[in-house]
Nanobody, 122 residues
Framework: QVQLVESGGGLVQPGGSLRLSCAAS????????MGWYRQAPGKQRELVATMSSSNSTNYADSVKGRFTISRDNAKNTVHLQMNSLKPDDTAVYYC????????????????WGQGTLVTVSS
């Protein structure tokens, strides 16, 4: 069974930094794209940042220049360094593995973590 486990959320003051991490496990052969999404109270889930297996990145306009995504393909991990945090960044952050291929599987799947809460407040 595939699992994505996030860590690193918490409470931070405006202007502060946090680093989120996500580790995927479960007899994984390859993951095409890993990324982060977030959902604020009363809002829809939105893309924050993604990174392909070839290290191509995509960021939401609202986080460009403040957040940096990185991944380790060999370890099936993805990280999100968040700097200059704002109250509007408050949300549950979800790790995503898109087109995840398990060893011996004929079809890829889309996997999500359980979410980690980030609260930006003074």
């Amino acid at each position: 069974q595939v699992q994505l486990v996030e860590s690193g959320g918490g409470l931070v003051q405006p202007g502060g930094s946090l680093r989120l991490s996500c580790a995927a496990s479960g007899n994984i052969f390859r993951i095409n794209t890993m990324g982060w999404y977030r959902q604020a109270p009363g809002k829809q889930r939105e893309l924050v940042a993604t990174m392909s297996s070839s290290n191509s990145t995509n960021y939401a306009d609202s986080v460009k220049g403040r957040f940096t995504i990185s991944r380790d393909n060999a370890k099936n991990t993805v990280h999100l360094q968040m700097n200059s945090l704002k109250p509007d960044d408050t949300a549950v952050y979800y790790c995503n593995a898109d087109r995840l291929w398990r060893v011996g599987s004929l079809r890829p799947l889309d996997a999500w973590g359980q979410g980690t809460l980030v609260t930006v407040s003074s």
